[in-house]
């Protein structure tokens, strides 16, 4: 290894634990968990936090495929380059698509539209303009590839959590609140039983989806054996303990039926519990966490797009870089419009609880893909190195497969079936994409030798 090699390494590496924490916390917290979890203790109740931990001890098993796949193909491809050595290009084009772009096209968008409307509430400006003020607002950031956020966007969704758990602290200990506990208890479960609880099992996933973005970080991480699995554990338990002590002080002060009804739940909360500054800090932090979701898709999906088109696995039109400012100007513009789709679409708590079960089906997808693969990667490459392991193999993956599989099924027919047609779609343009563009094999494997581009090391 060359002298230059040597200290580009030593570069890369600069993130520890609390940098990795902070990260997986960023990337999760965003509007759309928060309304949505609202909308869940007022249709559940307490009974809302059994689930919520359930899906997050999920998570938690998910996570060590994920980390066990990322320490030993340590890539910013992630899922493309998880799926290639496993199951051929046709899939890696599925994988990404599937993962990622279902998500832009439904519940991405709705960031921005709920930061919105937290901002009609102060100023009397259409909450559908300021969405797409934030959307061109950082459009133009990414095409200039100016860089305001970097890792401002950790501090921004830490300091929201923040924000959430010291509420939820004061509302138990009545601590500035403005109003009277209620001065009956809400149930703890719903009177429709389990039934009712169905449909927000895609809620309760919805409060880690995204803790996995950690893994494309694997060559900045320092000791990535240990550092990833141990940020995303705890960034999961983070949240689940930030979510719970609020949504639990939340039901003390507003009756279940005006928590589910509500459009903006966190909105009526702050106002009920703390009056007008409640509603202020909390109105500022959802803006300002809006056009952070936002500037996260506009960033990390378009260079997705971008390597697949670099690779052929995308048209190459894709693949353009402006030359001026080498930011990829196609790949930008269409995923701005993908997230200015819903500008059509009149927005309620039913409109972005659905969304939300579209785009989760779709990343539950890509969670069985790479769990699956983690198993392959174990059985065909047995001296890869593994700086990390997922433990008792195959029991984690079996456990986390059929968790996804369920949570599939809980979302109901009509969410399923919307997602089934963006996937089918997806499906049928990779495999005709590979087999007729590049004329290659489908789902014929690439061995981890052929790709020069990883850095993977070998166990004696």
Excluded at 104 to 112: K, Q, R, V, W
Excluded at 191 to 206: D, K, L, N, V
Excluded at 328 to 350: H, N, Q
Aim: glycine content about 8%; proline content about 6%.
């Amino acid at each position: 290894m060359t002298q230059h090699a040597k200290q580009e390494v030593t570069l890369k590496e600069h993130m520890g634990f609390w940098e990795s924490w902070g990260f997986v916390i960023g990337i999760v917290v965003a509007s759309t968990p928060i309304v949505s979890f609202l909308n869940a203790f007022g249709t559940l109740g307490p009974a809302f936090t059994l689930m919520a931990a359930a899906l997050g001890i999920v998570c938690m098993i998910i996570a060590t495929s994920y980390s066990e796949v990322a320490t030993s193909i340590p890539s910013a491809g992630m899922i493309v380059d998880y799926t290639l050595p496993t199951m051929g290009r046709s899939m890696a084009i599925f994988g990404v698509l599937t993962g990622y772009f279902i998500l832009i096209c439904t519940a991405g968008a709705m960031e921005t539209f709920i930061a919105g409307q937290c901002l009609e509430l102060l100023v009397p400006i259409p909450y559908k303009i300021t969405a797409l003020v934030l959307v061109v607002v950082f459009l133009l950031m990414n095409l200039f590839g100016i860089e305001v956020l970097g890792r401002s966007q950790l501090l921004l969704a830490v300091s929201m959590m923040g924000l959430l758990f010291v509420m939820g602290l004061m509302g138990h200990f009545e601590i500035g609140t403005v109003s009277e506990k209620l001065s009956e208890a809400a149930p703890f479960f719903p009177e429709e039983g389990f039934s009712a609880m169905m449909p927000y099992f895609t809620t309760a996933f919805w409060l880690y989806i995204g803790n996995e973005y950690l893994c494309p970080m694997a060559e900045e991480i320092k000791d990535p054996g240990k550092t990833i699995y141990k940020a995303q554990f705890f960034g999961i338990v983070a949240i689940f303990v930030v979510d719970c002590v609020f949504g639990l002080a939340v039901l003390k002060y507003i009756p279940m039926d005006d928590l589910a009804a509500s459009d903006l739940p966190q909105m009526l909360a702050a106002e009920t519990m703390f009056g007008t500054w409640g509603s202020v800090a909390l109105i500022i932090a959802t803006v300002l966490a809006g056009g952070s979701a936002a500037e996260a898709h506009m960033a990390g999906p378009p260079r997705m797009l971008y390597g697949l088109a670099r690779d052929g696995m995308m048209p190459k039109i894709f693949a353009y870089l402006h030359p001026k400012f080498r930011t990829p100007w196609v790949a930008i513009f269409f995923v701005c419009i993908l997230l200015c789709i819903p500008l059509v679409v009149p927005i309620s708590i039913e409109t972005v609880n659905y969304f939300i079960s579209i785009a989760c089906v779709g990343w539950l997808v890509s969670y069985v893909m790479v769990q699956v693969e983690c198993l392959i990667l174990r059985k065909k490459y047995p001296k890869l190195h593994r700086p990390f392991k997922s433990p008792f193999m195959p029991l984690p993956q079996i456990i986390g497969l059929a968790a996804c599989v369920f949570v599939i099924y809980s979302s109901g027919w009509d969410a399923g079936s919307k997602s089934c047609l963006f996937m089918l779609g997806f499906f049928l343009y990779a495999v005709l994409w590979v087999k007729f563009k590049l004329k290659k094999k489908c789902f014929e494997p690439i061995p981890l030798q052929e790709m020069k581009h990883l850095r993977i090391k070998w166990d004696e």
